[in-house]
């Protein structure tokens, strides 16, 4: 009883730092927009933005929606990837040396570069943005968990030669768990690549997408509308990050 | 003598250091008896824990050989034979995410003897032995590091092993813990009558403990001299601290070890 209570007084001691600091800034927005007089298409107020997010959600639903399942399936996509592939470069150190420079390679391309020639070839359709997104941040994945595998503790390593255990039983008794935190480190910064990916892939061609609606508002300068989009987008990174710490904290309890 | 279980016969061994080939292990001949007490002593860095790496088959020595009950040791020791040796590390090396009964079930688990030995008596057994059955769903960072290091020593013994091998298992504890441990590991051993490897850095510890103690030169490590502790487990349980056998001897022991450092 007292043990939940406690948690709940550490949550909300938690969060109410950065919720004081964001209401000051809207504060501080909202007053100089305001005394300045600076119109709405240069720099929109937050309340205009609040007014636009409340005003558009009904609109936009079908955008949020093909953005937000290109995100889904494009990041679960990435980690299936980045995850299987980590595990294969570690398992086959051969396969490995020959594989990285290329995984490094991949990571340095901003995708930006890449998506108008992917999408000479693919078209301005869905699958183009969900590889754009699995290009974007399976890399960052692969490489996390391929550091966390090849630095398991030295002495965890040698409890297992004392069983004399497999390959695949090193795996399972210890490796993956003692890789965990790299892991999660690498499903947290490929949440973010996710977004970016998908934003930039919408931003550069096609008509759907919250990203293509943020060009959309731009054109006609728009900028509130614009800005209530990217609320749009903060939040589905938001809630990606927040699920995958929840999940990491509930299996790394122990470490 | 015939009914050695673990013999080394001259091992030789040999790293690749920056500054050359530098040899760590010279010649080493031991004997080990069946439910003898075996403590090895040697200068920090003198190579001891490569022998006792050696002797339980985790590593392959360069020159000569290791016997098991006369069979040679192969270069990579399968399953079934890295099974009689039980053992314990330096820093306790439970796996955190398991708890206390987890740990010490591994074994069996990684060996294939979870049906063959009854995994689940097997571990209560084990626990109880140690003392830690109460504590058998904590999880390692719940433990202090004395009740930590008895749960390594369930764990290695789960297995039934033929050796328990100990490579300075209590070096990182306390005066007080390490004295108490060293209690535990004294009874442990007179109930079961395993046989014991240790390595310590501790003459005390040696003397306690040990039913022999060798004494290794500074690296590349030689047999520098081998004691005999000719007190009963009785006589160690009791006052044998002012015995003035036992004090020669812990004399003798320390000069030596001092003259080597």
């Known amino acids: 009883m007292t043990k939940s209570k406690n948690k709940v007084v550490s949550a909300i001691n938690l969060m109410y730092p950065p919720v004081i600091l964001i209401v000051l800034l809207l504060v501080v927005w909202q007053t100089v927009c305001t005394a300045n007089a600076i119109s709405v298409w240069m720099l929109a107020k937050p309340t205009d933005i609040f007014t636009a997010f409340a005003a558009n959600t009904k609109e936009l639903l079908p955008d949020i929606w093909i953005t937000y399942s290109n995100e889904l399936i494009g990041y679960v996509l990435a980690i299936v990837v980045g995850l299987a592939l980590a595990i294969l470069l570690c398992a086959f150190p051969l396969v490995g040396a020959a594989l990285n420079p290329f995984i490094i390679v991949v990571c340095c391309i901003p995708m930006i570069s890449l998506v108008p020639t992917l ?14 997104i699995v290009v974007q941040s399976f890399p960052i994945i692969c490489m996390n968990a391929s550091t966390g595998i090849t630095n398991v503790d030295p002495t965890r390593l040698e409890l297992m030669q004392s069983l004399k255990a497999t390959k695949a039983e090193q795996f399972r008794y210890c490796i993956l768990k003692d890789a965990l935190p790299d892991i ?3 499903l947290k ?5 996710s977004m970016i990916g998908g934003v930039t892939a919408e931003m550069t061609g096609g008509n759907s997408g919250l990203g293509s609606r943020i060009n959309y508002y731009i054109g006609f300068s728009k900028s509130s509308e614009a800005l209530s989009c ?12 927040a699920v995958v710490s929840a999940i990491g ?4 309890k122990h470490h | 003598m015939a009914d050695a279980v673990l013999k080394t016969k001259k091992i030789g061994k040999s790293f690749d250091t920056n500054k050359g080939i530098k040899k760590v292990l010279d010649d080493i001949s031991i004997d080990v008896d069946e439910h003898e007490f075996v403590c090895i002593m040697g200068p920090s860095g003198c190579g001891k824990s490569t022998l006792i790496r050696i002797m339980e088959g985790i590593e392959s020595p360069d020159t000569g050989q290791v016997l098991l009950e006369n069979v040679p040791l192969p270069k990579r020791p399968e399953k079934s034979i890295q099974k009689n040796f039980g053992i314990v590390f330096q820093l306790d090396n439970l796996l955190e995410w398991k708890t206390v009964y987890k740990n010490t079930d591994l074994p069996l688990a990684a060996f294939h003897m979870k049906d063959k030995m009854n995994s689940q008596k097997r571990v209560m057994e084990m626990l109880q032995l140690v003392g830690l059955w109460d504590f058998k769903d904590c999880y390692p960072k719940e433990l202090s590091g004395g009740m930590k290091q008895r749960a ?4 290695a013994m789960v297995t039934d092993p033929k050796i328990l091998m100990l490579d300075q298992p209590f070096g990182a504890l306390d005066a007080i813990t390490r004295r108490m441990l060293n209690v535990e590991l004294l009874r442990i051993w007179n109930e079961t009558k395993k046989t014991c490897v240790m390595i310590t850095n501790n003459v005390e510890e040696a003397m306690y403990l040990g039913q022999r103690v060798i004494v290794l030169s500074k690296s590349p490590a030689k047999i520098v001299e081998e004691i ?5 487990y009785e006589e160690k349980t009791g006052d044998v601290t002012e015995n003035k056998e036992y004090l020669s001897i812990r004399g003798k022991l320390q000069g030596l070890i001092r003259s080597l450092d």
């Open chain 1, 249 to 252: 904290a509930h299996l790394m």
């Open chain 1, 189 to 193: 910064l490929g949440a973010v690549m």
């Open chain 2, 228 to 232: 005999k502790i000719p007190f009963s």
């Open chain 1, 119 to 132: 999408m000479l070839v693919l078209g301005l359709g869905r699958s183009v943005k969900i590889i754009t």
């Open chain 1, 230 to 241: 990217v609320i749009y987008i903060i939040l589905l990174g938001a809630i990606l990050y």
């Open chain 1, 184 to 186: 999660f480190t690498g």
């Open chain 2, 152 to 155: 390594a020593i369930a764990r």
